[in-house]
Each structure stands twice: as C-alpha cells, then as structure tokens.
C-alpha cells in the first residue's frame, strides 16, 4: 500500500492514532490528525505531532476534510461519525488501525489476533510469552498496552517465520475490511458495550469478524461452551479448533479428567498434554485463556517445550488476577480489570481458595446473578464499595446468600474488613464486577490503591 502524496485523516489521537500519525507521515503521506477533545486535553499529542501533521483539527471535526481525504483511519474505541458517512458517500475509504497495518505486514509473519468479552490480555500476552520462548522474533500488542499493531510494521517480528501477537477488540474490527489473521481466537462473548451496539447478537457479531477474511489454511479458535463463537468459527473458510474446560473436544483442546493436564487434539491427529501445574495463572478462566493460547502457538509452530517455557515464567499483566501480597497465610489478588459481573464469574469459577471478595463500583445495569451463583461455591464473605454497593447488596440477599457481606467506605476499608473476614489459607480477592469511575480515574488506579491497602495492613507484597 503506497501512502506518499495521499491525504490521510487520522481519527483520535490518543496514543495509536499519534503513532498512525507517525506511521504515515513517514511513509509521504499529508496528515490531518483530529479529535474532538479540547486542546487542554491533548497537550502531549499536539506537542508529539508537531512538525509531523500538516494539519490538526482540534475540539471537534470537519467534515471537508473527510469528504477531501484519500483514506480516512479510525483509532480504537471511536464510533462511526457523520463525518465518516460522509466521507463514504464521497468513495473515501475508512478503515481501522489494524486494517492499516495488516496491509503492512509481512505475507510470511504469522498473525495471530485474539479477542473475546473477557480474557483476551491474558491470553494475548500468554500466547505472545510463549512464541518469544521460541526465540523467534515476536511482537505482542494490539489493543494490549502500549504497544498499537501499526508499531509491528516495523518490528523486526514483521519478517518471515516472525510471530505477530494482537489483542484486538470488536471496535477495531467493525472498520476491517481484508484483516486476515493465521490464526484467529474468539474467548467468550457476553453482554458488554451494549451501549455501542445494542443487542448481543450485533456485538457477537462484531468478535467474530475476526474469522470473516481466513482461507482454508487458517485457524479459527472457539470456545465450545460459548455457542456464540462456536457460530461464529464454523461459518467461517478456516479450520475450526474448539477448546473446552468441561468436556473433551475432537480438535483442539481440553483438560484432563483428573485436571493434572491440558491436552491439545492438533489438526495433525497428534495428541499433546501440559502440566496445568506449570501455570503461573489461577481459576478455570485461566485454563481456558491458557488452552486458547497452547493451541494458537502449537498451529503456527512454536514447540511444545518452548511452550511449557514460557507457561513457567509468565507472570500476570497488573490488575488480572495478580496475586499481589500475602498476610497470615492470606493471599491478596488484584483483580481490578474485572469490570463486568461475567469477568468476576468466569475468574471465580473453580478458584483454588475460598474467597473474600472485594467488590463495587459504578454499576453497568446487568443482573449479578451469574456472579452470585459461582461465589455460592467459593465466597466467604464479600465487602462492597462504591455507588453500586446497595444495588450488589440488594441482589445477593435475594439470593440468599450465606456468607457475611459488608460496605465499606474506601479502598483502606475495604481491604481491613476483608482481612478481618479471612482466615490462613483463604484469599482476598478484588474483583468488582463494576466500572470505577466513581471512586477512581480507572482500574488501575482502583488495583494501585488496593495494594497500597495491603501494604498499609502489613502485608508482604510480591508484586
């Protein structure tokens, strides 16, 4: 794809649409970044364009510019705009970040994209550990810190038998229109960003468009216990690979009956087991994020040691499920990416202790019975904070739970009262179910002032 001399508009200019910026810029492109914050809040991103945008359109959009461009990119997270109709009514093409750089990449890199409601940093930084166990080039990023997939383009993993690891979320892939990875995985889809897209069945449908461009020679990764994106993977060209934490599958994979392995069924007929025991990552959740990443690294070709490698040494991305301290015999986990009541379901079910659950926050209008009805097989106890505390209590006592629940009135409080709560052997665990804009700026600023918490109650931090 040949940039120079076209007219490019960059759309958002938090750290990817900046870093597209860049990209095309330095391909000859003539860049317009816009947005519609206000100058107050984009003080870093107009300093780093300077002398790189021909233009930038600050507080808002104009729509000439989109009518006038040659390509119109998309950062993650911002929705379709009148601008962005109009610029297709006039034949300008708009597409998404991960469009661009796909365009980029090397035929004989091997793409792997990895989405999902939940689950999909964890998978995707596990699968990007164990390619880089390999000792091949890998790049890792994507919708996963700071690292955006158009910084692969000129990564030394965009090269052949390199290993290209993205999270990518439906956002992204809604402005796709050829993305094609090798290997592709859908985790789960539950009701999120119901506010974008109004029904289940349209979000679905955004997820499993990360399957929609494969070949035959392609991998489509599912989980069987989600019929969503069992859907999803069986409508697409690529080979479908199903993977289960409950029941044994053909092709793909799945634990153990006596839960001391995961086996992978590959395409081959060949049969492989790991060690669950080599985890460094806890819950039934994580044996399916795990299984998801095995299989995704094993079909592009890393070996089954370098696999086991990387497993041992992984550590937890901050705020998933991140055993951060111990106290008495108490383990404390930051769960603070846990925003939505299936997250806190999914990392609860099959959790190795009993469970303090720390939890609230600004409520999302779901029902928490799903949460509710795991924490009957694990909670001791469970201490709320935050706006949405009256409406979690309200729900588990028309569950009728048995175990003790209490507010609190901050972070602090919160991590003492569960501390009373717990016992040696037991875990505290936060896990809000909740976004945190009531209290905090983000998640993790909520996570951070939960383990200053345990550290303020004497706790040993191992973080």
Request: charged residues 20%.
């Amino acid at each position: 794809m040949d940039l120079t001399g076209k007219r490019v508009v960059v759309v958002g200019l938090a750290q990817t649409g900046v870093a597209v910026a860049k990209f095309c810029a330095a391909r000859g492109a003539l860049v317009t970044g816009t947005d519609a914050k206000g100058i107050d809040d984009l003080t870093d991103a107009i300093e780093a364009l300077d002398g790189i945008a021909d233009r930038l359109e600050i507080g808002g959009h104009e729509v000439e510019s989109f009518r006038t461009a040659d390509l119109v990119v998309m950062s993650p997270g911002v929705p379709e705009l009148p601008e962005t109709r109009a610029a297709r009514v006039a034949g300008v093409e708009v597409i998404a970040e991960i469009e661009l750089a796909y365009r980029f990449l090397h035929p004989e890199a091997m793409l792997i994209a990895i989405t999902g409601t939940n689950g999909k940093s964890t998978t995707t930084a596990l699968t990007g550990a164990l390619c880089a166990a390999s000792e091949q080039p890998t790049f890792c990023g994507g919708n996963l810190g700071n690292m955006p997939l158009i910084d692969a383009v000129d990564h030394e993993a965009n090269a052949p038998g390199g290993f290209v690891v993205a999270e990518v979320a439906g956002f992204m892939l809604e402005f796709c229109t050829s993305f094609r990875p090798h290997v592709a995985a859908c985790l789960n889809i539950t009701e999120d960003h119901l506010e974008r897209y109004g029904t289940l069945e349209r979000y679905a449908s955004m997820k499993t468009r990360v399957f929609a461009w494969q070949r035959r020679d392609d991998y489509a990764i599912a989980n069987a216990n989600d019929p969503l994106t069992v859907e999803g993977a069986m409508a697409a060209e690529s080979q479908a690979m199903l993977f289960s934490s409950s029941a044994e599958v053909g092709r793909g994979a799945f634990v153990s009956p006596d839960g001391e392995s995961l086996v992978l069924r590959l395409p081959s007929g060949k049969e492989e087991r790991y060690p669950t025991h080599e985890l460094t990552i806890v819950g039934r959740h994580n044996l399916e994020n795990a299984m998801a990443a095995y299989m995704a690294a094993r079909l592009v070709g890393v070996s089954p040691a370098a696999i086991r490698a990387g497993a041992r040494d992984f550590k937890p991305q901050k705020h998933r499920m991140e055993m951060i301290g111990v106290k008495d015999g108490v383990v404390y986990y930051d769960d603070s990416k846990g925003t939505n009541v299936a997250a806190v379901a999914a990392s609860m079910r099959g959790f190795p202790k009993p469970v303090i659950l720390i939890a609230g926050g600004v409520d999302k209008g779901g029902s928490y019975e799903p949460m509710l009805d795991v924490l009957d097989t694990v909670a001791k106890g469970m201490v709320l904070i935050g706006a949405a505390a009256p409406v979690i209590r309200a729900a588990a006592e028309a569950h009728h739970v048995r175990y003790p629940i209490v507010e609190a009135d901050d972070m602090q409080d919160a991590v003492t009262k569960a501390s009373y709560l717990a016992e040696s052997g037991d875990a505290v665990v936060l896990s809000p179910a909740c976004s945190s804009y009531d209290m905090f700026e983000n998640f993790g600023e909520r996570g951070m002032a939960f383990r200053e918490a345990v550290t303020a109650i004497g706790g040993e931090r191992l973080d």
